[in-house]
């Protein structure tokens, strides 16, 4: 079973960069994709872009283009997520998942559709 785990969260001060990690075990990525979702308090869990882990292929919500980047290195089965300029409403608690089957843009923003998710890295922009 595949297995998620995210690291780099911290606490960062406004118009700083950070790169958050998704590493995942227990089984190969090839025919995945990654999800990047997040969460702020007391609001509903948002999704911020996806990786096709085969080909590299990325697809972002609209209110994530530009200030997010996601890669992954495929030897090191570890995804990443590169976020620039932070601003205060970036704080929440940022989520990897994985998704077995291929998606219109219309679905991959769906939560329901990934089958295995990490345990979250705590992101606090301070300003």
């Known amino acids: 079973q595949v297995q998620l785990a995210e690291s780099g969260g911290g606490v960062v001060q406004s118009g700083g960069s950070l790169r958050l990690s998704c590493a995942v075990s227990?089984?190969?990525?090839?025919?995945?994709?990654m999800g990047w979702f997040r969460q702020a308090p007391g609001k509903e869990r948002e999704f911020v872009g996806r990786?096709?882990?085969?080909?590299?292929?990325?697809y972002y919500a609209a209110s994530a283009k530009g200030r997010f980047t996601i890669s992954r290195d495929y030897a090191k089965s570890t995804g990443f997520l590169q976020i620039d300029s932070l601003k205060p409403e970036d704080t929440a608690v940022y989520y990897c998942?994985?998704?077995?089957?291929?998606?219109?843009?219309?679905?991959?923003?769906?939560?329901?559709?990934?089958?295995?998710w990490g345990q979250g890295t705590q992101v606090t922009v301070s300003s």
């Open positions: 227990g089984g190969t990525c090839s025919s995945y994709a």
């Open positions: 990786i096709r882990w085969s080909t590299g292929a990325t």
């Open positions: 998942a994985a998704d077995r089957s291929y998606r219109t843009v219309q679905a991959m923003g769906v939560s329901s559709h990934y089958d295995y």
